[in-house]
Nanobody, 120 residues
Framework: QVQVVESGGGSVQAGGSLRLSCAASGSIWRLDTMGWYRQAPGKQRELVAVITSIGNTNYADSVKGRFTISRDNSKNTISLQMNSLKPDDAAVYYC??????????????WGQGTLVTVSS
């Protein structure tokens, strides 16, 4: 089994910052791409940022220049530094990982989500 646990959500005023973290654990042979997605009420889940095992990143246009995703392969963690937050950034943020397990199975795992609220 492979799990991910998010932390760091909360409430902030527009223009403020938050940092989300995600830790992967379990029968991990190798972690591949990891990332953050978000879902606002009444909207579909959307990609926020992803990072590959070698550090290549991709961001949604709406967060470029404001959010930064990083990764610590030694700790199986990723983080999302969110600056200049806007009310439109309010959503439940989900950590996602693609991993190869010790049984050599490729799995995709989602966290339970962490709520980010941004007040104007």
């Amino acid at each position: 089994q492979v799990q991910v646990v998010e932390s760091g959500g909360g409430s902030v005023q527009a223009g403020g910052s938050l940092r989300l973290s995600c830790a992967a654990s379990g029968s991990i042979w190798r972690l591949d791409t990891m990332g953050w997605y978000r879902q606002a009420p009444g909207k579909q889940r959307e990609l926020v940022a992803v990072i590959t095992s070698i550090g290549n990143t991709n961001y949604a246009d709406s967060v470029k220049g404001r959010f930064t995703i990083s990764r610590d392969n030694s700790k199986n963690t990723i983080s999302l530094q969110m600056n200049s937050l806007k009310p439109d950034d309010a959503a439940v943020y989900y950590c996602n990982e693609v991993a190869l397990t010790t049984q050599l199975r490729r799995v995709e795992v989602w966290g339970q989500g962490t709520l980010v609220t941004v007040s104007s």
